[in-house]
């Protein structure tokens, strides 16, 4: 089917940063928020000792040689892949702080680029896609508006829309109709206590390639200050280790989905023009080990490790974007590292 301005604004946005997410959700840090003796309770989503929220993040990742078969549908043959590079920079910024509601409006800037080992060897007269990837960098910008919003001291409910402009354009932005995607997110929540809390949601994605809509349940436990569990079924699913006295490291074992999507866009491409356009989609499960370190007050550092699992990686021609052309891409390790900075618990209000 169709489917680093001034330095008040950067430390106001860590004080709160809720957000659920396309196919997981990320779920504030807190327990029940107590206003005055004169005012009610009002639940805020997250339980105790959870992992770090975000509020400006940096991350570098890479993925070493794998092997990338197009198949029968794409010319290029059995292509090896030296190497695969991520880049992530993401911010949060509040619009509204109230007891009972919270916006904030969010930027992200991904890149990924992949070094082909030599993609023209047998193919010299004849244009590849792995040839118009190789080296080339997919870029997604991404605008998104978050809200959370307490009914009482129990219920909430939190939702996500987004705008991202997914595909191998030039530059730092490109509003051409071909890249975009729109997606929102819907969560209603319970706070069952400072420990325990579940929610249910539904997620719904379109772009140029496919139209869907997935249903999800959230579950959050604390057992004690060094043990938990953090879900978004069927996105995520961790078990969390908090060290040493000032709980200032952090471990999450676990897996994720993870699923990327670009358009390739061969317009006004010298050399390709062509070979057609097309929609790059990855869908793959991160199984890994991340480990969190607090610097300072206000710093955290990270390091990521683990094992990409693909489970489908295909084109979709736009002049017949229904047709899925499958290719075979090898499992491979990943390794990432980044630092990003968070409010302390204190701070949170």
């Keep these: 089917m169709r489917n680093l301005p001034a330095l008040y604004p950067i430390l106001l946005l860590l004080v709160f940063c809720s957000a659920p997410a396309s196919a997981q959700i990320e779920l504030e840090q807190g327990n029940l928020e107590v206003l005055t003796d004169d005012h009610p309770v009002f639940s805020r989503p997250g339980v105790r000792y959870r992992s770090q929220s975000r509020g400006v993040a940096i991350r570098y990742e890479t993925q070493p040689t794998f092997m990338w078969d197009g198949g029968p549908g794409i010319p290029g043959g059995n292509q090896k892949v030296t190497h695969l590079e991520q880049f992530t920079f993401k911010f949060k910024v509040p619009l509204m702080n109230k007891a009972r509601t919270k916006i904030l409006l969010g930027y992200e800037w991904d890149t990924e680029k992949y070094f082909f080992n030599d993609p023209y060897t047998g193919y010299e007269n004849e244009q590849t896609l792995f040839q118009l990837l190789d080296e080339r960098r997919l870029k997604a910008n991404k605008l998104s508006a978050y809200f959370t919003h307490s009914w009482d001291d129990r219920f909430y409910s939190s939702g996500r829309f987004r705008m991202s402009l997914n595909g191998d354009y030039q530059g730092l932005i490109d509003f051409d109709d071909i890249y975009h995607t729109y997606s929102a997110a819907a969560v209603y929540g319970k706070k069952v206590d400072e420990d325990t809390e579940w929610a249910v949601g539904i ?122 052309i499958r290719t075979t891409v090898d499992a491979r390790p990943f390794f990432r590292v980044g630092v990003f900075l968070a409010p302390p618990k204190d701070l949170i209000k």
Excluded: C
């Design 203 to 324: 997620t719904y994605s379109q772009n140029k390639a496919r139209r869907i809509a997935l249903p999800f349940f959230v579950y959050n436990r604390t057992f004690n200050e060094h043990w938990g569990i953090q879900t978004a079924l069927p996105g995520q699913a961790y078990l969390r280790r908090n060290v040493g006295a000032r709980l200032i490291n952090t471990f999450l074992l676990g897996a994720t989905f993870d699923s990327k999507y670009y358009a390739l866009n061969t317009d006004n491409r010298p050399g390709f023009e062509d070979l057609g356009q097309f929609f790059l989609r990855n869908n793959g499960v991160r199984a890994m080990l991340q480990y969190e370190h607090n610097l300072s007050k206000w710093v955290w550092t990270f390091a990521q490790g683990g094992y990409y699992i693909p489970v489908n990686t295909r084109f979709n021609p736009a002049e017949d974007v229904d047709l899925d």
